[in-house]
């Protein structure tokens, strides 16, 4: 089963690092041609906020911030985007790995994505529960397709990917890219 989710979570940094396409992010104001212009973030998103080893994690903040305080990861990579700025890197940690975007030399948090079932969100969502869980403790979702639940908070999403009725991995992602 975690191999499983490994190779998912693979197959899905792959497509995000191969997802080359015409979208460019800056600083702010007219980029000179028809690419989406993308200004940083004035402040996290607001919206769910994930904590790992007592240290907030909110998605859109600077990792910088998260990085000092959570210390060193248990591995980390990078790589020359083509989607979203300058650099994507990745920070994996136990039970969870954080993706960030960069914007002006500044890397934001894009998502944190739980790689197992030893963690929960502050609200006490696990891979594993189900998704009468979910929709226990986050109400009805914003979306819901039979493949995952979308729930909106904030310029952010809280997604759970499932296996039948079984939430297989949990999301915090950012919506500022998608504007």
């Given at each position: 089963?975690?191999?499983?989710?490994?190779?998912l979570l693979a197959v899905?940094?792959?497509a995000a690092l191969c997802a080359c396409g015409e979208k460019t992010i800056s600083g702010g104001g007219d980029n000179g041609g028809g690419d989406?212009?993308?200004s940083a973030p004035s402040a996290g998103a607001g919206g769910y906020v994930f904590v790992a080893n007592g240290v907030n994690v909110e998605i859109d903040a600077k990792m910088a911030d998260i990085e000092a305080s959570l210390g060193d990861p248990k591995s980390y990579f990078?790589?020359?985007s083509?989607?979203?700025g300058e650099l994507d890197k990745v920070?994996?940690?136990?039970?969870?790995?954080?993706?960030?975007?960069?914007i002006n030399g500044v890397d934001y948090i894009s998502d944190v994505i739980f790689t197992d079932d030893t963690i929960s969100t502050p609200e006490g969502l696990a891979i594993g529960d189900s998704i009468a869980k979910a929709?226990?403790?986050y109400g009805e979702p914003t979306t819901e397709d039979g493949s995952r639940l979308v729930f909106e908070n904030g310029k952010m999403k809280l997604v759970c990917l499932l296996e039948g009725d079984t939430i297989k991995t949990i999301e915090y992602l950012t919506k500022i890219l998608e504007e």
């Open positions: 089963m975690k191999k499983a989710i490994l190779v899905l940094m792959a989406q212009d993308v990078e790589s020359q083509c989607a979203f920070y994996t940690y136990s039970g969870f790995r954080i993706d960030t975007y960069q929709k226990e403790v």
